[in-house]
């Protein structure tokens, strides 16, 4: 190949995945709506993600696997946690574990009933967001204790070391299913 036939390959190529690309770009701006549901936009949404923002959740958590990883992906929570549950540990996160046992605490954002409320429904409908089968390994989540679903000071059941492990792995606090799953 020369030289003039190496350019003009190259500007082609370049022409044909540009044309690819803008085509695809605007595909993807049409369907925007039907893929976010933005039907299901409600003003408790758009106050919830105000409510979001405002406090900063997303300097710890993550969305769509955007913000920090310091704190659980909330992409699906709401698929996983009922409003009952969310509504418990948002009112006072420090209930639900300890930081002297887990070594890290949630801050208590110290929300409304009404904040409270939009910021689930913000989460209700990123939820509902068509995303690709993103995050690629969703929480499988197989709790949602309230604090006091199992007392600890019970006891253990069983000397066995699997049976004690799963024994905590259950208890609340610290409450390691809530989020975590086997």
Same mark, same amino acid.
Request: charged share 20%.
């Given at each position: 190949?020369?030289?003039? /036939?190496?350019? &003009? !390959?190259?500007?082609?190529?370049? +022409?044909?995945?540009?044309?690819?690309?803008? +085509?695809?770009?605007?595909?993807?701006?049409?369907? !925007?709506?039907?893929?976010?549901?933005?039907?299901?936009?409600?003003?408790?949404?758009?106050?919830?993600?105000?409510? &979001?923002?405002?406090?900063? #959740?997303?300097?710890?958590?993550?969305?769509?696997?955007?913000?920090? $990883?310091?704190?659980?992906?909330?992409?699906?929570?709401?698929?996983?946690?009922?409003?009952? $549950?969310?509504?418990?540990?948002?009112?006072? *996160?420090?209930?639900? $574990?300890?930081?002297?046992?887990?070594?890290?605490?949630?801050?208590?954002?110290?929300? =409304?009933?009404?904040?409270? %409320? /939009?910021?689930?429904?913000?989460?209700?409908?990123?939820?509902?967001?068509?995303? !690709?089968?993103?995050?690629?390994?969703?929480?499988?989540?197989?709790?949602?204790?309230?604090?006091?679903? $199992?007392? %600890?000071?019970? +006891?253990?059941?069983?000397?066995? *070391?699997?049976?004690?492990?799963?024994?905590?792995?259950?208890?609340? *606090?610290?409450? #390691?299913?809530? #989020?975590? =799953?086997?």
């Amino acid at each position: 190949m020369t030289k003039r /036939q190496a350019a &003009w !390959f190259f500007v082609g190529a370049t +022409g044909v995945f540009g044309a690819v690309f803008a +085509g695809l770009t605007i595909h993807s701006h049409t369907r !925007f709506g039907e893929l976010t549901h933005a039907e299901a936009i409600t003003e408790d949404v758009l106050a919830g993600k105000e409510v &979001w923002h405002r406090k900063n #959740c997303v300097n710890c958590h993550t969305l769509m696997g955007e913000g920090a $990883y310091y704190a659980p992906d909330l992409t699906e929570i709401t698929l996983h946690r009922g409003s009952a $549950y969310l509504t418990q540990f948002l009112r006072e *996160p420090g209930r639900f $574990y300890s930081e002297a046992e887990d070594g890290r605490l949630m801050t208590n954002p110290e929300l =409304s009933d009404e904040e409270i %409320r /939009q910021v689930i429904a913000f989460m209700d409908w990123i939820a509902g967001i068509e995303k !690709f089968d993103w995050p690629p390994r969703p929480i499988l989540v197989s709790g949602g204790a309230v604090p006091g679903a $199992y007392d %600890r000071a019970a +006891g253990p059941a069983s000397d066995d *070391p699997v049976e004690l492990g799963e024994q905590v792995f259950r208890s609340t *606090p610290p409450g #390691c299913f809530t #989020c975590h =799953s086997t």
